[in-house]
């Protein structure tokens, strides 16, 4: 009774007065001073940018590595610098190496060539927090919060006018927002969780990094799948503070409508593919040749080859009438053999061709030069591609440049990016039968409508070349450039 009394009387009014003394000399105070001095550096950051031109950062730690990343992040400084001279470009990096060594290497590897005093280099040192090796458990989280250090270490060394990050280190993008005051854009390849994965473990499938432990307990399924859960959360809070985000296509912009819900913040810009020397080749294919039917695809599961053996047996089928035709044609298996495991996939594509009784009619090129390559494009009459849902597919993109008509699956990258409107010179099939018609079609095409699909199979694989890239990429980043 008496502490009931008690707490009534002098508890409860002393923490609600307590409350009451705290925001007004403490909470209140430090808003105001945290709002002066927040107005005062994005003026005096406005003052600067107006006089000197925009400081615009990329956020690249790994900037000389010559992957397909690195080619987006050239080509990008490359079209800034085009449209805004005046513009300063700054790239945050882990690499040590000299800005020489890497813009040749951008030039060498890319043809994108920029200037050594266009470009500055901020060195961060911090680069073991963002290595998955760091972290034996907990990886997602922890390297997303490791990248949140590096960007504050990016920021103490250089506060920009305008952020980019090319790398997809989605945590950063608050610290830029909030503590830079600076708008952020970000191109984001691979979205760093997605549904498929949270379902993964909800279903208990032991994938590559799974351990089969936690797929096996019931508790600890449920204990990650909250882990997952809360993580796409932060990933989906973080998202959000990007002002716009491009994507590198139509899969990875479901991804990440569905993860960050800013439809109309999310350009699908996508990235610059080397086009322009295939698209350049002629046709080498005289009246004697065979009828080749080309496949550029390394030998792995997902490839699906069989498939495309499967088509070529029902191909057979077709032609049952016309036996002369049939001896001519020849399906080329392009692609190269990583290790034992895909050797003995090919030795096994071999006995199904056997099986099929088809072995006459398909040939084998394992570890093909990137110099065979291209005279296979020029002596090969169409183009087959048969993986599911695959994410892009660029093997598509290069055999429709060289200038081959081609059929390639109905799902993922093809359905939804390449084949749209390729008109014509492009089909699409899911099921063998599927194939061999639609092969059939496009070899009955007569020649003077084929010059035809070919020219019109060329110009549609501009729009994943490197102008349209530039031209896209200006169009999304033109609002964070502009001062307000
Ligand atoms: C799973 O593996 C991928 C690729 O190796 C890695 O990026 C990711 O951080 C790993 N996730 C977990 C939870 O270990
Ligand atoms: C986007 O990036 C991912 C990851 O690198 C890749 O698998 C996919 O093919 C890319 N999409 C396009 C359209 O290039
Ligand atoms: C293809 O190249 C891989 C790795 O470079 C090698 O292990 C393999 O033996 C080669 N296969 C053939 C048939 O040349
Ligand atoms: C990294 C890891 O633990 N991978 C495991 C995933 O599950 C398979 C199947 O149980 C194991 O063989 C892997 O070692």
Known sequence: MFWQIFTLVVILPGLFLGVLLFGAFVVVPCAFIFASWYMRIKERKLQRRRRDGANVAFFHPYCNAGGGGERVLWVAIKAILTRY???????????????????????????????????????????????????????????????????????????????????????????????????????????????????????RLTSYNNSSVIARNPILTWCKLLYYRMFGWLYSLVGRCADIVMVNGTWTEEHINELWGRPLNTHRVYPPCEVTELKKLRSLVKESDPIRILSVAQFRPEKDHPLMLQAMYELRNLLINDEMLWNKIKLVLVGSCRNAEDEERVQNLRDLAKHLSIEDNV??????????????????????????????????????AAGLPTVAHRSGGPLHDIVGDAAGGALLAAEPAQYARQLLHLLSVPRERRAQIVDELRASVDRFSVKEFEKSFIRAVEPLMRIE
Request: with cysteine; proline share 5%; aromatic share 12%.
């Open 85 to 203: 001279p005046d513009s300063h470009i700054f790239v945050y990096t882990l690499e040590t190496a000299e800005p020489k060594t890497i813009l040749d290497k951008a030039q060498n590897q890319f043809n994108v060539k920029v200037e050594p005093e266009q470009v500055q280099f901020v060195r961060l040192t911090m680069g073991k927090a963002i290595e998955a090796k760091t972290y034996p458990y907990f990886t997602l989280l922890l390297q997303s919060l490791g990248s949140m250090v590096l960007g504050m270490e990016a920021l103490m060394k250089l506060n920009p006018d305008v952020y980019i990050d090319t790398m997809g280190c989605a945590f950063t993008y608050p610290i830029f927002r909030f503590m830079a005051q600076c708008p952020v854009g970000c191109y984001t390849h691979y979205p760093t969780i997605t549904s498929a994965m949270m379902r993964r473990v909800k279903h």
């Open 363 to 400: 040939q084998f090129v394992v570890n093909a030069s990137y110099a065979q390559l291209l005279q296979l494009y020029q002596t090969s009459t169409l183009a087959i591609h048969a993986m599911w849902n695959e994410h892009f597919g660029i093997s598509v993109v290069e055999c429709m």
